[in-house]
């Protein structure tokens, strides 16, 4: 529901043809879950990833300073155990974070040098963990609607694979509801923290090893 404003005609149209694209994306995703939940290539891959473009109803300074609120990660973002934030970059680019995340049944810590471009990009980097060979997680956020300006369009990646086949075989079949989970409990806490959206938000594109 918008605050007092609606949507000029032409976002609209542009709006409409994103939507359309995205559901047929959902439903071509929802059939191939249907036809195989898990497959033999699942069990032979120890990586993968997720990429979701989405038009929220909050501003880029808004979702930027919850995802880069990484030393509050434990209080509002699932699985998370710990998160401290040290060695933190003078030029005011980044940091380093100690985490622990868990989930039956792995927990394990590791490492992130996580990059901020402010209120644009928020990127967690890993290549030392002993859970994994490698992690990224990668928030961009851009200009959402002309006439909303508390409207952004965000894009969030997960990238990882793990040292150990046995690891990715158990994260595999948890893997899907972790990443609705986690990018969920983000956009709670900017509701939490600014009141609702001024939009809603509208899945543009959706992809998933």
Known sequence: MLKGSKLKVLDVRILRPLIETSCRQQRSFANSIQRSYITFNDFRSKNRWYTKKELVGYSMQDMYTVVADVRNYYKFVPYVKRSHVHSV????????????????????????????????????????GRLFNYLLNEWRFSPGLKDIPNSCVLDFKVSFEFKSLLHSNVANIFFDLICDQMENAFIAEVRRRNGPPSIRSHVLTSQRS
């Open 89 to 128: 970059m003078k030029c005011g680019g980044g940091f380093k974070a100690d985490l622990i995340v868990g989930f039956p049944p792995l927990n394990e810590a590791y490492t992130s040098m996580v990059t901020l471009e402010s209120p644009s990009l928020v990127k967690s980097e890993c290549h030392d």
